[in-house]
C-alpha cells in the first residue's frame, strides 16, 4: 500500500482525468497492480476507498457479462494476466457482450499504466457497440465476397470444363478424317465424316464468335449499327437454319406472327437475328422428343418514331427447376443435363442474347413450368420513314426459293493479301474454282506494290487481311485509295478479318475498305460478296 499513500485522493483524481481526455466512458478504475486492490471513479472523482479488484470483477461478470462470455473475461480479466501483458506492450484491451437495460452491448475494457514504472493500472470501460457492428457487418460483406467469388470460381471451372468439350468435338471430328484420308478411304463413311466434321466446324465457329460477345459484351465494345430490318427474310433465314437441327432432334418447328407486326423496322438486323437464334437453338437442344419449338412475334407499342417488338420461343422441354432459373442469364452457368442425356452447349448462348437485347433498349424474361419454358424477348425498333404493310399472313414460314449460285468468274482478277499460308491455300482454291485469277501478296506492303504496278482495272477486287507483317491491312488500304490510278478511290477492298474482331470494323471503314469476312472464312459468303460488288462496277 505504500504506493497508494504516495497519492492523495485529489492528485489520483487529477492524474486519472488528465489521462481519460475528454471521452466519455461507461466506468473508470485505478488498480494496485501488487496489492490487488482499486479504487472506483464516482462522480468525477475517487472516494479514497480502496477495494478488492478480483472481487469488484467477479460481480460485474455475474450481474454485467453474457453468460458465453463469461469464462473467456475471467481469464481475460485478471490481475496477473493484466500486469503480465502490460509488461510487453502499453495497452492491454479486453473485450465482452453484456446486458444493459435489457439489450445486448459491446463493451471493451482498456488497461495502461497510471505512469511509467508505476504499479497503477488505470482501467477504462467504453460502449463499443457501434464499432462492434460495423465490424460484423464487413466480417457478413466479406464473407459474402467470399462466398461469391468461390461460387463464380466453381462456376468458372465448369465452364472450361464444357468448353474444353465443346472444342474437342470438332476436333475430334476432324481428327477422324483426316484418318479416313490417310488411309485412303474414299467410301461413303469418309462423306458422312466429312458432313459431321463442316456441322463440327460451323459449332466451332459459333462458339468462338460467342465467346468474342461475351468479351466485348463485358468491355461494352459492341456498337449497333442501324438498317432496314426486313421481318419476313430474317424469319426465312432463321427457318432454315433451325430446321435441320430441330429435324435430327425430332423436335417440330413452327413461327406465328401476328397481324401487328410490320414487314420493315429500323435497327441491327445481325444482331436481333443472333439474339432469336441463340434462343431457338436452345429450345431445340432441351425441347422433348416429339415436341416443339414456336417462334411467335408481335408489335406491341407503336410510338412514332419507335416500336416495341416482343418475340416468344417456346420449347415443350421438362422446363427449367427453380434453383436454375436464377442463373438462366449468369455467363458461365449452363442447365442440368437433358432428356437425350448430353450436356450441351457452354453457358453463354442466353447471357449474350440478354445483353445484345438490352443494348436494343429491352430485355429478356423467362417463365418455366414442368413441360415448357417461354422466353420473351422485348426490343425497340425503328419505324421506317416510308410507311410500311403490317402483318405477315403466315403460319408456318415456307422455304424461301433457292437462288442459283452459279458463280462464274471467268476472266476476272483478284489480289489476295493474306500471310498465313493455309488460309492462303484455301482461299486461292475457292476462287480458282470459279474462275478467278488469284493473284496473292504475304503482307501489305507486297498488295499495295501489286497494286500501283499494274494499270487501273487490272484488279476486280482486293481481299485484305487486317493483321499482317511489315504493313498491316488498313496501311495497306489507306496507300491503295491514295494512288492516282483511275480506279485507286474505287476497286472493291474486303477486309479479312478474325473472329472476335468486330470492335475494328469501324477502322476498316475508316481505312476505306468496303465491307468485311469473317474468318474462317465461309466460301460461299465470300463468293456472295466479291459477286456483289463486281456486278456494281458494270
Known amino acids: 500500500m505504500d504506493e497508494n499513500k504516495r497519492w492523495t485522493t485529489e492528485s489520483l483524481t487529477a492524474s486519472c482525468l488528465k489521462e481519460l481526455g475528454v471521452l466519455d466512458y461507461d466506468g473508470v478504475m485505478v488498480i494496485d497492480g501488487e496489492s490487488g486492490h482499486c479504487q472506483i471513479l464516482t462522480n468525477g472523482a475517487f472516494d479514497g ?7 469488484q470483477a467477479a460481480a460485474y461478470c455475474e450481474s454485467q457479462v453474457l453468460p458465453e462470455d463469461r469464462e473467456r473475461f475471467r481469464k481475460a480479466a485478471d490481475l496477473q494476466k493484466i500486469t503480465d501483458n502490460l509488461e510487453q506492450k502499453r495497452e492491454y484491451r479486453v473485450s465482452v457482450k453484456v446486458l444493459e437495460n435489457g439489450r445486448v452491448r459491446f463493451k471493451r475494457s482498456r488497461f495502461t499504466r497510471l505512469a511509467p514504472g508505476s504499479p497503477l493500472i488505470l482501467m477504462r470501460r467504453v460502449d463499443v457497440t457501434h464499432v462492434a457492428k460495423m465490424e460484423q457487418e464487413r466480417r457478413d460483406a466479406l464473407e459474402s465476397t467470399l462466398a461469391v467469388v468461390e ?12 468448353l474444353n468439350r465443346e472444342i474437342r468435338r470438332p476436333m475430334e471430328a476432324m481428327s477422324r478424317l483426316t484418318e479416313l484420308q490417310k488411309d485412303g478411304d474414299a467410301s461413303a463413311a469418309s462423306g458422312h465424316c466429312y458432313e459431321e466434321t463442316m456441322e463440327a466446324l460451323q459449332s466451332l465457329q459459333e462458339l468462338l464468335e460467342t465467346i468474342g460477345d461475351v468479351s466485348r459484351l463485358e468491355t461494352e465494345a459492341i456498337k449497333l449499327s442501324k438498317g432496314t430490318i426486313d421481318m419476313p427474310a430474317m424469319f426465312n433465314t432463321l427457318r432454315r437454319e433451325v430446321v435441320n437441327r430441330a429435324e435430327k432432334q425430332g423436335i417440330g418447328y413452327r413461327f406465328l406472327a401476328e397481324p401487328s407486326l410490320k414487314k420493315q423496322y429500323i435497327g441491327d438486323g445481325e444482331r436481333l437475328h443472333q439474339i432469336l437464334f441463340n434462343l431457338l437453338e436452345n429450345g431445340i437442344k432441351y425441347a422433348s422428343h416429339g415436341g416443339e419449338v414456336i ?10 418514331d419507335k416500336a416495341t417488338v416482343q418475340f416468344e420461343v417456346c420449347d415443350t422441354g421438362h422446363g427449367i427447376s427453380e434453383g436454375e432459373m436464377a442463373h438462366v442469364f449468369d455467363v458461365f452457368s449452363q442447365g442440368a443435363y437433358d432428356e437425350r442425356g448430353g450436356l450441351n452447349g457452354t453457358g453463354m448462348g442466353n447471357a449474350v442474347a440478354q445483353g445484345l437485347a438490352r443494348l436494343m433498349d429491352g430485355d429478356i424474361s423467362v417463365h418455366s413450368e414442368e413441360d415448357q419454358t ?4 422485348r426490343v425497340v425498333l425503328g419505324n421506317t420513314a416510308v410507311p410500311v404493310e403490317s402483318g405477315l399472313s403466315i403460319g408456318v414460314v415456307p422455304p424461301e426459293e433457292a437462288r442459283p449460285v452459279g458463280f462464274n468468274f471467268v476472266g476476272k482478277r483478284v489480289l489476295v493479301c ?14 480458282s474454282d470459279k474462275g478467278f485469277e488469284v493473284i496473292q501478296a504475304v503482307n501489305g506492303k507486297i ?3 501489286k497494286y500501283k504496278g499494274n494499270p487501273a482495272g487490272w484488279f476486280d477486287a482486293i481481299l485484305m487481311d487486317i493483321r499482317m507483317p511489315v504493313m498491316d491491312g488498313l496501311a495497306a488500304t489507306r496507300r491503295i485509295r491514295s494512288e492516282k490510278l483511275r480506279d485507286a478511290g474505287t476497286i472493291p477492298i474486303i477486309a479479312m478479318t478474325s473472329v472476335g474482331s468486330e470492335e475494328g470494323i469501324p477502322r476498316t471503314r475508316e481505312a476505306g475498305m468496303n465491307g468485311y469476312l469473317t474468318k474462317p472464312i465461309d466460301g ?5 460478296t466479291l459477286d456483289g460488288f463486281i456486278s456494281r462496277k458494270k
Not at 295 to 304: F, K, P
Not at 374 to 377: A, E, L, P, S
Not at 524 to 528: A, D, G, Q, S, V
Open 524 to 528: 460461299e459468303e465470300m463468293l456472295r
Open 295 to 304: 417462334l411467335s412475334a408481335r408489335e406491341l407499342r407503336d410510338e412514332g
Open 418 to 431: 493474306e500471310d498465313h499460308p493455309l488460309n492462303a491455300m484455301i482461299v486461292k482454291k475457292i476462287l
Open 151 to 162: 461460387e463464380c470460381n466453381r462456376s468458372r471451372s465448369q465452364f472450361l470444363g464444357r
Open 49 to 55: 476507498v480502496w477495494t478488492d479488484y478480483a472481487g
Open 374 to 377: 417461354i422466353f420473351t424477348v
Open 447 to 449: 498488295g499495295w506494290e
